[in-house]
């Protein structure tokens, strides 16, 4: 006889688990928006103290990015269909230059993409034609997680994370809310889109 089928659970993650997500993951995809048209496109990308850094290739992309900065950002772990994380991430896409951001910015955000592709940016690239360097300012973070085993055991995210209570999947759904992310920098999410430089 099977096991009885254990209905999933539903939860908002916490401030803490949310960025847990975006540091121990390293793909995702960015969402933005020109004038009736939204796009969602995948990218690499390296989470460090409030900022996502990425690359990519100059094109439409970017000249959109141009014009509108605000963007959306969004990481999963999936195990299952009700077993999975999802976090998304709201805040302003700045393109990076030695001569535009500054040597220290750009060697910082050089220094972080080389965590995930050590040759970044070097003669031994794999991907050179990835010369546009961002970064992404993390200022709203929201995340929802699903579970059908009761806890947050699962080999796709069980490292130390913190489990809360979960929600009954028949239950009221709740608001989500965007919540601030934590920084060691003391730097406060803006209220507003950030405005072209």
């Known amino acids: ?14 401030p803490e688990e949310a960025v847990a ?36 290739r100059a094109g439409a992309k970017i000249e959109t990015l141009r014009r509108n900065q605000w963007v959306a950002f969004e990481v999963d772990e999936v195990a299952g269909p009700f077993d ?4 998304v991430a709201h805040g302003g896409f700045y393109l990076l230059s030695p001569a535009g951001t500054g040597r220290p910015t750009w060697d910082h955000a050089v220094t972080q993409l080389r965590r995930l592709v050590p040759q970044t940016l070097t003669d031994d690239d794999p991907v050179p034609f990835r010369t546009i360097v ?7 973070l929201t995340g929802r997680a699903a579970s059908t085993t009761g806890h947050e055991a699962s080999p796709v995210w069980d490292r130390g994370a913190v489990g809360a209570p ?4 028949d239950a009221r759904p709740t608001p989500r809310t965007p919540v601030s992310v934590p920084s060691v920098t003391g730097r406060k999410p803006r209220s507003t889109p950030p405005t072209r430089d």
Do not use: C, K
């Open 1 to 14: 006889m099977s096991a009885p089928h254990r209905a999933p659970s539903f939860r908002d993650l916490s």
């Open 84 to 87: 999975w994380h999802s976090v």
């Open 134 to 140: 961002f970064r992404i300012a993390v200022q709203e």
């Open 166 to 169: 979960a929600e009954r999947a």
């Open 21 to 56: 997500v975006l540091a121990r993951n390293d793909f995702g995809r960015l969402a933005f928006t020109m004038h009736n048209r939204v796009d969602v496109q995948p990218l690499h990308y390296v989470y460090d103290d409030g900022w996502l850094y990425g690359r990519t």
